[in-house]
């Protein structure tokens, strides 16, 4: 006779039921955490800390260049001529970087010395082109001698700014120009930057009269370095007068343009080629 057996349960369900009990259970889980999130919490239930934000760091502001320090001379100036306060931008500049940038050797080199705050001199025996930048000593100017901490200054050297009516870097053009019956000389320098440096204080940093100077040989790889001009890059940060200022201005009379000289610390001097920006030589004082 056939037994009569119970037949085995089907494999699938004996799976199927644990998986759906377990799938239930996660189900109640994530609904009773949403269930507590949304409500309110309890008086007294401290909050958790939020995660900390991280500050955005400001940016640095960017060097000031010829155009705004020229700018602000000339507002300077005027409130300097009409006899007002120094403008609240001159104190706002105190601490802040310059970059600037100074043509020289725009008419080719010479081939004598020259006077000139930058030039370039050409000396065909040896085949040289020397760059030189002189500093100049600004300590018995009258806009130096008649500051309130006068006497703590022993020093005073800088750098004009020419042709500060001009807010461009690269030479002046060139024009063709008949020449007036009456020439006049070039205009004087009414716009400067200058170190004071303090009696008794360091004097690494002078120059005490020496120029930066450096030698190019010219060779035939590079026939056209006699028209090269050239640039005197000045860098540093405006460090202000006693008075809290970042510029002075100073004028013989009321039909003279004032003088101005802002207080500064130069950190870098370079000489560029103008045509290629390429640094040639550099100094950190």
Request: include cysteine; charged fraction near 20%; glycine fraction near 6%.
């Amino acid at each position: 006779m056939p037994e009569h057996r119970p037949s085995p349960p089907d494999r699938k369900l004996t799976l199927v039921a644990p998986l759906a009990l377990v799938a239930i259970v996660i189900v109640l889980a994530v609904v009773g955490y949403l269930m507590s999130r949304s409500r309110p919490a309890p008086a007294g239930t401290p909050r958790a800390a939020a995660p900390p934000t991280v500050a955005a760091l400001p940016r640095p502001e960017p060097p000031l260049n010829r155009a705004e320090l020229v700018t602000a001379a000339n507002t300077a100036a005027a409130d300097y001529a009409s006899g007002g306060a120094p403008p609240p931008a001159s104190a706002a500049m105190v601490g802040r970087r310059f970059s600037i940038r100074i043509p020289f050797g725009c008419e080719g080199p010479r081939v004598v010395a020259s006077s000139a705050q930058a030039s370039v001199e050409y000396d065909a025996a040896r085949k040289t082109v020397t760059l030189a930048a002189q500093p100049a000593i600004l300590t018995t100017l009258p806009l130096i001698q008649q500051l309130k901490d006068a006497s703590k200054v022993e020093d005073a050297e800088g750098f004009w700014i020419p042709r500060p009516w001009s807010l461009s870097e690269a030479c002046p053009p060139r024009r063709d120009i008949p020449a007036p019956a009456t020439p006049t000389p070039p205009a004087a320098p009414t716009l400067g930057l200058v170190q004071l440096f303090e009696a008794g204080g360091s004097r690494v940093l002078r120059r005490d009269g020496r120029p930066y100077q450096h030698v190019r040989k010219v060779d035939q790889q590079e026939p056209t370095l006699l028209s090269h001009a050239y640039s005197l890059l000045l860098e540093g940060r405006i460090v202000g007068y006693g008075d809290g200022q970042a510029i002075h201005c100073w004028a013989e009379s009321s039909d003279h343009r004032p003088l101005c000289l802002y207080a500064v610390a130069f950190d870098h001097v370079a000489f560029e080629d103008a045509e290629s920006g390429k640094v040639l030589a550099e100094w950190a004082p």
